[in-house]
């Protein structure tokens, strides 16, 4: 009796690529494989003579000259700051922010700003391969519009500090607002928040205490600026008698669902009470040269046993927010600070991009690789221009020849989003009036 065919699974995508870098399990490229994708879930990652067999495709896309990567996370941005993209370049931070950010923020931050600036923002990054953000800015609600309409994976900040804004009045009012926005986004598939403390300079004791247990109780990230300049590190001395982190230690607030952001000036014991709790890192290496912050000890974190992620900050301190720009830098300062060139390499700043960030927030069982059962959160690289040619290692040109204007498609939870490197969520008749809109505004 012969055996019956079994016959092909029915799937709703199929992509087919020349490489595919999974980033775990770690090191690996695979040549002339396809992801099959069903209900936004990755199903499988076989061989693409295989895949045409075993399943049966709703839809089919054919990458026969692109690199396939999980996509990118950037684990810190403001993205309404992208409204004031080069409004105040070569100012040190504090400057930067007391002569020309705050005022700007004063005079002009609302709902209507942050909304119209997270569009720009989220569309430029969901361009260059960004999949998922972790941002932190006032009116929260309005960056959840805007990310919801682009179709971007998003971590808000409930952000919380001791002097009023545009926003709210004290911390208990930017807690009250942020905590109302979180509940009123609870189910959304895309949308998730995190508490967001400026930072120690902006925040009190009181504040923290009440973050750290709200953060418990909710079960969500903490996001916060950390060691940025050495000023901040004299300043915490002067006034609490401790380290910026050790006051954090000291309040409670260390622990595995601590994202310190920057974390350039860190001594021995800094590193060890990071390691110890096990914190994240969102290494921002463009932002830090630009505002002649520092560079971070990357190696070191890294040799801690603390996830790293990347991120560009926002566009008022980049100017761009890209990713692959970073990992690039991330690459370059690590070896200029090691004196070794074997430092940072290719896979391990593709590794920091994508699941060190994914694990900072908590949400690597979804995103960050390509495994069965994560979401199908994925960028596809074109590799025949001739400017990049030859290619001998892909992962290597990803980090060294690629870039975001190499990015031709897409997709975060299986719905493309990009295609043939346009935006099919908002045109770009649309971006160039709400840039232009606020430029005049901001000009004024």
């Not at 682009?150 to 971590?155: D, M, Q």
């Amino acid at each position: 009796m012969k055996a019956r065919k079994m016959a092909p699974t029915p799937i709703d995508l199929l992509i087919d690529a020349r490489y595919i870098i999974p980033v775990e399990p770690f090191n690996t490229t695979l040549e002339h494989h396809s992801v099959a994708i069903r209900g936004g879930r990755i199903v499988d990652i076989i061989p693409s003579d295989q895949a045409r067999l075993q399943y049966a495709a709703s839809e089919t896309v054919n990458l026969p000259e692109h690199i396939v990567t999980p996509g990118l996370i950037n684990l810190h941005t403001h993205a309404a700051m992208t409204l004031m993209r080069g409004l105040a370049d070569d100012l040190p931070l504090m400057r930067w922010l007391q002569e020309a950010i705050w005022p700007a923020e004063t005079k002009h931050v609302s709902h209507a700003f942050v909304r119209d600036g997270s569009l720009l923002a989220g569309a430029e990054m969901l361009r260059g391969g960004i999949t998922t953000c972790n941002d932190m800015y006032f009116f929260p609600q309005a960056s959840a519009e805007a990310f919801d309409r682009l179709g971007l994976r998003a971590v808000l900040g409930i952000t919380v500090i001791d002097f009023p804004s545009q926003y709210a009045s004290d911390a208990d009012d930017y807690l009250h607002k942020g905590l109302a926005s979180f509940e009123s986004w609870r189910d959304h598939p895309l949308i998730r928040f995190a508490l967001a403390p400026h930072a120690p300079y902006t925040v009190s004791n009181r504040s923290f205490e009440r973050i750290g247990t709200l953060a418990g109780e909710l079960e969500i990230p903490i996001h916060i600026h950390i060691h940025e300049t050495a000023d901040e590190i004299a300043n915490s001395l002067r006034d609490f008698g401790q380290r910026p982190i050790a006051r954090l230690e000291s309040l409670g607030l260390l622990g595995p669902n601590l994202i310190g952001v920057h974390a350039v000036h860190l001594d021995r014991h800094d590193i060890e009470r990071l390691s110890h709790h096990r914190c994240a890192i969102a290494h921002c290496p463009i932002s830090n040269m630009k505002l002649a912050s520092g560079a971070a000890p990357v190696t070191q974190l890294l040799e801690h046993g603390l996830s790293v992620g990347l991120g560009s900050d926002g566009a008022a301190s980049n100017n761009r927010l890209d990713l692959w720009r970073e990992m690039l830098q991330a690459s370059l300062l690590a070896k200029l600070d090691t004196g070794s060139a074997s430092s940072l390499p290719a896979h391990q700043a593709l590794r920091m991009a994508t699941l060190h960030g994914a694990r900072a927030l908590g949400i690597d069982d979804l995103t960050g690789s390509l495994l069965p059962g994560k979401a199908a959160d994925l960028c596809a690289l074109r590799i025949d221009d001739p400017d990049s040619l030859p290619l001998f290692d892909p992962v290597s040109h990803l980090l060294y020849v690629l870039g975001r204007h190499c990015v031709t498609d897409v997709w975060v939870d299986g719905q493309r989003r990009v295609k043939g490197g346009e935006l099919l969520q908002i045109t770009n008749t649309e971006l160039l009036s709400i840039a232009r809109l606020w430029q005049n505004k901001l000009r004024q």
